[in-house]
């Protein structure tokens, strides 16, 4: 088991160097679109809809990267990945960029040889179970089946619970977010255990959602964000300040709405910077100097991206919590466009 894990990792390894020497930007750029890689379908984050177009948190990262290189945030090609396929589709260079609500981890990130470039949601493992269970806490759960997905970090998360609680469980090992909620609403699991983010998606698309709860137990840091291959760093580059872009943006008061107007110039050098019109820094990225502007017009700023699509007002029904800005007591902060 240790070597085939191992040559697993090293095969992900050596696909990721080969891809990356390529240049990614200079290819999304021949190409004329984005290849993003996002989940099979999580409403909210990443699915489509009634007309086949694809919406939420993540997919308007993917749209932000495409617009601030391609200057048109609909030229993306998503592409649906399992916790089991992500990975190689990104280091094979089937997808460009990979926006799917990924943990970064040391592993991830200095053994399979890919690069996180930010987290554009912090979060943490949870659990769901039907309210008729009577179960208030995750420690009495003890023999309970549990859903969970293969290839996440929720594997290794729930056997550190059970073990350290001296309970048992009997895993139920399901492949996508879809298979889950049939599972899950069938009875084949007790409990389905993900991001606690995924939970509230999941429960939200029930017909009876009031009829299943969110135990209080939150186990686990999951800062989930996006990724690109290593050794490609201009392209992370440009991934990672796009995502910095949009948090700035909201920082700044920077929004959909009076974009147009503040491009035209302020008094504000920092907001002069990141919409283009003083300075140089589309020029140090290879992009226009309006790559920005492009990045926050695609969705608007991270608050309005996160409201839209996640936030209290919609079914979802996320606070903002820990993604709060830095300046509301979260942790959602990016380095000075200077």
């Known amino acids: 088991m240790k070597n085939s894990v191992l040559l697993g990792a090293l095969t992900v390894a050596g696909l990721a160097a080969g891809a990356a020497a390529a240049g990614t930007l200079d290819d ?5 679109t984005l290849n ?5 379908g999580l409403v909210g984050f990443a699915a489509p809809d009634a007309n086949g177009v694809w919406e939420g948190f993540d997919v308007g990262v993917c749209r932000a990267v495409a617009a601030a290189v391609l200057g048109d945030p609909m030229a993306v090609e998503f592409v649906p990945t399992t916790g089991q396929t992500r990975f190689t589709a990104l280091a094979s260079g089937e997808i460009d960029f990979l926006a799917r609500n990924t943990t970064w981890t040391f592993s991830r990130d200095v053994d399979l040889k890919f690069e996180f470039t930010g987290v554009n949601y912090y979060d943490g493992q949870g ?20 859903c969970i997905q293969t290839g996440t970090t929720t594997e290794l998360n729930l056997a550190d619970f059970f073990r350290s609680n001296n309970i048992s469980y009997e895993p139920v090992p399901i492949e996508t977010n879809a298979e889950a909620q049939q599972q899950y609403l069938a009875g084949a699991c007790d409990v389905y255990t993900t991001d606690a983010s995924g939970l509230a998606a999941t429960r939200a698309t029930f017909e009876a959602p009031g009829d299943h709860v969110l135990l209080p137990e939150i186990i686990s840091k999951e800062p989930l964000g996006p990724l690109v291959r290593h050794g490609d760093n201009e392209w992370a580059d440009v991934t990672r300040w796009t995502l910095n872009a949009l948090i700035t943006a909201e920082e700044l008061g920077v929004t959909s709405a009076n974009i147009a107007e503040l491009s035209a ?21 290879g992009l226009e100097a309006d790559w920005a502007k492009n990045a926050i017009m695609a969705g608007g700023n991270y608050g309005e991206l996160f409201e839209k699509n996640i936030g209290e007002n919609t079914p979802i ?12 007591g979260g942790l959602i902060y990016s380095p000075p466009f200077r």
């Not at 659990?127 to 549990?146: E, I, N, Y």
């Open 317 to 328: 029904g996320l606070a903002r919590g820990l993604n709060a800005m830095w300046t509301e």
């Open 265 to 285: 110039g302020t008094n504000n050098p920092e907001i002069n910077r990141l919409l283009g019109t003083e300075g140089e820094l589309g020029a140090m990225l």
């Open 127 to 146: 659990f769901m179970v039907p309210r008729d269970l009577g179960v208030s806490s995750a420690k009495d759960l003890d023999g309970a089946t549990v």
């Open 36 to 40: 993003c890689g996002v989940t099979t």
């Open 28 to 32: 999304v750029k021949a190409r004329g």
